[in-house]
């Protein structure tokens, strides 16, 4: 379909210079510029600043619980957020976070990893790691259940959510219910038909994304690492049930497509939704101008988890 006008109207306000083109200080204060603009988020239970052990030092963390939670204990979400590896921090996607924990009923504790350029991979990925395995370990601490643990990003936060799962499996644990992947970055050759068909005009290009890849690796040979593109690795099975969401003017659609297909014929169950006529950070944006298909995806992810939650965990 065209493009919503709604995404024209997002597209117009937020185009700007090449994201390479400006010191990364300045994109970033930028993008908490633009989180400061957003409406107010929805209420919570509560919130809590945390800080969790990492590899490198204390990482901080921002836990939510859901308004009018029940007894008993919860499910937990870990979330990553999105930026490419360099922008963005847990202010930037308070939004998301909080509409996701009263969605999915459950405790989200939202992960600020190190950026790059100035820490590259596998840094980012050792602290959501670390994360992840703090909150298994601690979850009855928080109220939540340790056989329910699900992760969840967006665009880069999807990468490290899926590379999450990925190693998760590789090492035996933390078992994982679910992953539910917002537009993900899945493989560094960007050389998909959504990046080549979508490469400009369209809020995210292929040359800004081949930046982020080229700010995020530290090596060429990271470019067949599972770990880094979870797009490479060569069997998918046994990891955690997926929620895929893709928008339709996103150089990074097939990606996510083409990891649901991958995942699905692995035999894992995959959930795939592609919101048409928007474009790739709809979600987050969303707010700005009160787009429908933001909500609706959230929505879907939050039912998505209900549903995981639901079932029991696998044993890692």
């Not at 820490?119 to 601490?141: M, Y």
């Not at 999807?158 to 994982?176: C, D, I, K, M, T």
């Not at 592609?274 to 298909?293: E, S, Y």
């Amino acid at each position: 379909m065209p493009l919503d006008p709604k995404s024209q109207v997002l597209l117009d306000m937020l185009s700007g210079p090449p994201i390479f083109s400006v010191p990364v200080r300045e994109a970033r204060a930028a993008a908490i510029q633009l989180a400061a603009a957003m409406p107010a988020s929805e209420a919570v239970g509560r919130v809590e600043e945390r800080a969790i052990p990492g590899p490198l030092g204390d990482i901080a963390a921002r836990i939510y619980w859901p308004a009018g939670a029940t007894a008993g204990a919860l499910p937990i979400v870990v979330y990553f957020h999105g930026g490419g590896w360099v922008l963005c921090n847990l202010d930037t996607h308070d939004g998301v976070c909080r509409s996701l924990t009263n969605l999915a009923g459950c405790i989200t504790v939202s992960v600020d990893y190190r950026l790059a350029p100035e820490h590259r991979f596998p840094e980012p990925l050792g602290d959501c790691l670390a994360a992840v395995g703090w909150v298994a370990d601690n979850a009855e601490r928080l109220g939540g259940d340790p056989a329910r643990v699900a992760v969840a990003g967006d665009s880069a936060g999807g990468n490290l959510a899926a590379a999450v799962a990925v190693a998760s499996r590789q090492r035996g644990g933390p078992a994982l219910v679910h992953q539910v992947l917002f537009y993900p970055a899945l493989d560094a050759r960007c050389d998909m038909p959504s990046c080549r068909s979508l490469s400009e005009g369209y809020m995210l290009t292929a040359a800004e994304m081949r930046w982020y890849w080229d700010s995020y690796l530290t090596s060429d040979a990271d470019r067949e690492n599972p770990l880094a593109c979870p797009l490479r690795a060569r069997d998918l099975g046994g990891l955690p049930g997926a929620t895929v969401i893709t928008a339709e003017y996103d150089p990074l659609r097939d990606d996510g497509e083409t990891y649901a297909a991958r995942l699905k014929e692995a035999g894992v169950p995959v959930e795939l939704k592609r919101f048409d006529g928007v474009l790739h950070g709809f979600v987050l944006v969303a707010p700005l101008v009160d787009l429908a298909q933001g909500k609706e995806a959230l929505a879907f992810a939050g039912a998505s988890l209900r549903q995981a939650f639901a079932q029991p965990a696998p044993r890692a």
